[in-house]
């Protein structure tokens, strides 16, 4: 098993800068790819990115590529999201999930296994 704890969510006026992060608890060797996922009310999970935990490979959603850096601290088995260039757009409640396979070339949250509970992000314009 697997326990991800998120923090770093909060409010933000556009154009602003968060930071996420997603420590790692568990039988975390069992864990290759972990990445983020955003959701509003009654709308589909959306993948923003992913991370090879082997290879640091890394995929971004169009929607955030050039604002977002994903990242991972193998030592503290903590993920990061960098966010900057933050728009209304944005606000979402957003998840961190570790999945005990490589990471895929498309977003799947079903390949996820182990799922955070929610760290709420609002960015006002």
């Known amino acids: 098993q697997v326990q991800l704890v998120e923090s770093g969510g909060g409010s933000v006026q556009a154009g602003g800068s968060l930071r996420l992060s997603c420590a790692a608890f568990?039988?975390?060797?069992?864990?290759?790819?972990m990445g983020w996922f955003r959701q509003a009310p009654e709308k589909e999970r959306e993948g923003i990115a992913t991370i090879s935990t082997v290879t640091d490979t890394t995929l971004y959603a169009d929607s955030v590529k050039g604002r977002f850096t994903i990242s991972h601290d193998k030592v503290k088995n903590t993920l990061y999201l960098q966010m900057n260039s933050l728009k209304a757009e944005d606000t979402d409640m957003y998840y961190c999930?570790?999945?005990?396979?490589?990471?895929?070339?498309?977003?799947?949250?079903?390949?996820?296994?182990?799922w955070g509970q929610g760290t709420q992000v609002t960015v006002s314009s």
């Open positions: 568990g039988y975390t060797y069992n864990v290759y790819c």
């Open positions: 999930a570790a999945a005990g396979v490589e990471c895929y070339r498309w977003f799947d949250p079903a390949v996820f296994r182990y």
